[in-house]
């Protein structure tokens, strides 16, 4: 009884700014298709965490190794972040300021995901950045900016007192964005073409790109910006988008580096040389 009430008030949007953790927890079990798009991201990092651990428990080299943890630390966070969004742990209902869409309504914030990218992505950064045998100057600034990026998009989605500054904080988002394809886009490229793995890092750096984009898209349409997507529709985009952005992009890479690993221990000691003139990967 009490979970049907606080899923009828969830879509109601009449929901009391003061829930109880049980509440926003029974709001969430409520919505079939909210629930569903959390519980499926567990269970398959899940099977994620064990598909890799098997995956790469014969590395040898230490590079190997350590993109290795950096994909296995994808899931680990995932799985630990999803469970505090399905739980009501990292979701809060925030009143919406003057100008939004959906203006004086309490609305579903699983502000939660933000940690989830905070954390996870930057594990995808490093393994990109040493697939293509990039320098720590250039993986240090990828890094940042891209923790940049997740914490003003969390500030966006944290902001009640304007909704203009909620588009600040977006656009300021947006901005370290730029900086993360470009570093994904010119800079490892060319380091990868060096490293001699363009071919796989094209195919991941692409798989990235295309899927990194779609966050400021459905952020942009969801509940949280122009409010054109309810939650569970957007609950559900950037879901799938985990899924294939993280599970299915680490397991592509680490297959390839368990099949290539000679390759990877031949590139240069370290993060990389420090410029495009530096070591080759050995021949076999």
């Given at each position: 009884m009490m979970e049907t009430a606080a899923a009828d008030a969830l879509?109601?949007?009449?929901v009391p700014l003061e829930m109880t953790q049980?509440?926003?927890?029974?709001?969430?079990?409520?919505?079939?298709?909210?629930?569903?798009?959390?519980w499926i991201?567990?269970?398959?990092a899940g099977l994620s965490i064990l598909l890799?651990?098997?995956?790469?428990r014969n590395l040898e080299?230490?590079?190997?190794q350590l993109i290795f943890v950096a994909t296995l630390m994808v899931p680990l966070v995932s799985i630990s972040s999803y469970t505090g969004l399905v739980s009501g742990l990292t979701v809060s209902f925030l009143e919406m300021p003057a100008g939004h869409a959906l203006a004086g309504q309490e609305v579903l914030t699983p502000w939660g995901r933000y940690l989830t990218w905070a954390l996870s992505t930057p594990m995808i950064l490093v393994a990109l950045g040493l697939l293509a045998g990039s320098n720590a100057t250039k993986l240090f600034t990828a890094v940042t900016a891209d923790i940049g990026m997740c914490v003003t998009g969390l500030a966006a989605a944290l902001t009640t007192s304007s909704y203009l500054l909620r588009?600040?904080?977006?656009?300021?988002?947006?901005?370290f964005f730029v900086v993360v394809l470009y570093v994904l886009l010119a800079e490892w490229a060319e380091d990868a073409e060096v490293a001699g793995t363009a071919e796989i890092f094209n195919t991941l750096k692409l798989l990235t790109v295309v899927l990194w984009l779609g966050y400021p898209i459905f952020w942009a349409l969801g509940?949280?910006?122009?409010?054109?997507?309810?939650?569970?529709?957007t609950s559900w985009a950037y879901s799938g988008m985990d899924i294939v952005a993280k599970y299915l992009f680490a397991f592509l890479l680490l297959r390839w580096v368990v099949d290539n690993e000679r390759t990877v221990a031949g590139m240069a000691a370290g993060l990389g040389a420090a410029s495009r003139g530096g070591a080759a990967p050995a021949d076999d």
């Open positions: 879509a109601s949007g009449t049980t509440q926003i927890f029974e709001a969430i079990q409520g919505d079939t298709l909210l629930a569903s798009s959390l991201n567990i269970a398959l890799f651990v098997y995956m790469g080299d230490p590079r190997a588009w600040v904080w977006y656009v300021i988002s947006c901005a509940a949280e910006g122009l409010a054109v997507l309810d939650v569970a529709v």
